[in-house]
């Protein structure tokens, strides 16, 4: 229930606040005093789209606040209120067209606000009327009506799951259109790549084998020079090192130096042995074979090509290979996945189907009795012989998601469906859309029948009528404002009328009307009792000028508004 609801600076409101009451809150006044305002200032409490030009002139912001307490217990997801049973929105809209929300000083997002406002309360008028003439929205009320929210989520689910399959199931097909060349090409990669028989840093191991291949004969050549130098010709090294170690022989037995020296030259007189044995080995080792420079030539060709083709080196090359053949694999199994994915959407499409049905036919159910009350309803509100069905229809195709008696039909995450209310407002006519039939005054009651129907499965705790009262006078508003007055016996009612036969049914009255403030015109509020409220009675009767018998019609009126 909204307990105050407090404006600064929106459109012509300076600063207002406005006390709530349980049961029917009227608001009455001239023309442009300012009391749609009102409704647009809780409308953006609830998360309505703002617009910098509701900003009053010369301020910086508009600022709408509005306590709210809770009786019933809403399934608020959106937020973690620190009190569940009481809590303040503020709205801030700023002239740079930037927008906040708050709920208990904490910061919402506009989409959050939206979800909590659509659980507090219902706002319906003139140019909220359309809504009821789109057909899109037939569905939403019929299952509210029936109470279908937890089936439509699970319904909802299933249909999305429905789509993720197909799209899988569209990827595979597409995998195996491109199957057959995909899987050729990589055969044949993995079949190249095998028969190359490929070792570990065999390409740097060829490499150097072609590099001692080409300058065989240089080896050679450098080792015989060595080998000569060393130990065949004349004053050789070996030769000279074994003449030293003679001579150093003849004086060890005066010197321990010259004993440590003939050792180190007998160490180096062996180690030059060695490397004279290692030399000619060397030499040997190396002799030029072109059969086998060929080999080593083509080898590195083809290593070369494999490197071009699949990796900077043997280890990526080898890997290639490895991935290819996962993927082989993955192409051979895509046979399988695809009966195996076909044969589960078929499985969930009668599962999703079935949910259809179901909620379809709980909806047929639902929507028989909510005829039956909206014609009630409708006669309550002097629409009399009125006719309100609700139309079923379905769109076969071979494509729709639902199977229903062997027979696909289209739908989304709401079914199968299409729900159309038609009206026959006069007796003898046919009935047709609400578009094409409905009058201005016959949608004001049509919604408040419909609304009348739903009251007890809406979730909302407060109902606002902006001037539901268009097209309608006479008896026909007496019967407006007594379905009022019941609907206000469980909901907080908030309605702004220009009709006194509904003013008058009004436990809370208010009179909006324009003042000054520092020479500018302002919209103000004041609540009326006793004879304030005779007087704005009387007003609605006869206009400005009120005489005894205007005031005498008024007393009347309240006195059979509190009947």
Known sequence: MIETLHINNYALIEDLTIEFKPGLNIFTGSTGAGKTIIIGALGLAFGERASEEAIRT????????????????????????????????RREIKKDGRSRAFIDNRQVTLTNLKEIGGNLADITGQHRQKGLTDPTSHIQIIDIYAHLENENDELSRLFRKNNNLKSELSTLQKKQDDWAAEKELLEFQIKEIELASLEEDEDKRLEQEKLQLVNAEKIKSVCRICENSLFTEDGSASERIKSSIKELDRIVLFSDKAESLKNKLNELSIILDESGISIREMAESFEYDSGRLEIVEDRLVLIKKLKRKYGQNINEITQYCENAKVKVGQYEDINEALARLTKDIVAHQIILSEKAQAISAARRKAAAKLEKQVVKHLTDLAMKGADFKVKFMTNQSDSGPY??????????????????????????????????????????????????????????ETLVFDEIDTGISGEVASQVGKKLQKLAKNSQVICITHLQQIASRGETHFKVYKGKSKGRSVTKIKMLEGDQRVAEIARLLAGEKISEIALDGANQLLQEGRS
């Open 403 to 460: 199977l229903v008696e062997m027979k696909n039909f289209t739908g989304d995450e709401t079914g199968f469906d299409i729900i159309e209310f038609l009206i026959c407002p006069n007796p003898g006519e046919k009935l047709k859309p609400l578009a094409s039939t409905a009058s201005g005054g016959e949608l004001s009651r049509l919604m408040l029948a419909i609304i009348s129907a739903l009251i007890d499965s809406l979730p909302r």
């Open 58 to 89: 010369g301020a910086k912001a508009a600022i709408i606040e509005t306590e709210v307490s809770c009786v019933t217990n809403n399934d608020f997801t959106a937020v973690e209120f620190v009190n569940p049973d009481s809590y303040i929105i």
